[in-house]
């Protein structure tokens, strides 16, 4: 199972500029081409204008397998503490190692969180939102 369209993690690099929130949304395939033929016609206009990171599924059901409860809370022990070892935020959300681990290793895959260079996980964005539209064929 692909959670992303293939080249969506360079899309969705953890920011090392002004932008700090990440869009989550539910999309085709076609939806996903037509937005990036946009943005690319915009860039040869020379419309360089920053856009929100954007991490998108090719639906619900995959997006929910992907981003668990479990991982939510993750993400959100992280949000109010900052910076944390996997030891500790396993302690945090009494959770054995292991189980963070492998959540923190996906969520890294996904660049919803970053390793800082001291080896501490945190979470990079500033705003996360999510957004679904709601058509048959994306509620499969």
């Given at each position: 199972?692909?959670?992303?369209?293939?080249?969506?993690?360079?899309?969705?690099?953890?920011?090392?500029?002004a932008e700090t929130e990440l869009e989550i949304t539910v999309?085709?395939?076609?939806?996903?081409?037509?937005?990036?033929?946009?943005?690319?016609?915009?860039?040869?206009?020379?419309?360089?204008?920053?856009?929100?990171?954007?991490?998108?599924?090719?639906?619900?059901?995959?997006?929910?397998?992907?981003?668990?409860?479990?991982?939510?809370?993750?993400?959100?022990?992280?949000?109010?503490s900052g910076p944390s070892s996997i030891r500790a935020l396993?302690?945090?959300?009494?959770?054995?190692?292991?189980?963070?681990?492998?959540?923190?290793?996906?969520l890294l895959e996904l660049n919803l969180i970053k390793k800082?260079?001291?080896?501490?996980?945190?979470?990079?964005?500033?705003?996360?939102?999510?957004?679904?539209?709601?058509?048959?064929?994306?509620?499969?």
């Amino acid at each position: 199972m692909n959670a992303l369209f293939p080249d969506r993690l360079s899309e969705i690099s953890p920011p090392n500029r002004a932008e700090t929130e990440l869009e989550i949304t539910v999309e085709t395939s076609e939806s996903f081409f037509a937005r990036m033929k946009e943005a690319a016609r915009a860039i040869d206009k020379g419309d360089f204008t920053p856009q929100p990171a954007r991490l998108s599924f090719d639906s619900m059901a995959q997006l929910f397998e992907t981003l668990t409860p479990g991982r939510w809370r993750l993400i959100e022990s992280l949000t109010r503490s900052g910076p944390s070892s996997i030891r500790a935020l396993s302690r945090a959300l009494s959770r054995d190692y292991s189980s963070v681990h492998r959540d923190v290793s996906r969520l890294l895959e996904l660049n919803l969180i970053k390793k800082s260079e001291d080896g501490l996980i945190l979470v990079p964005w500033r705003k996360i939102t999510a957004s679904m539209n709601l058509t048959p064929e994306l509620a499969a």
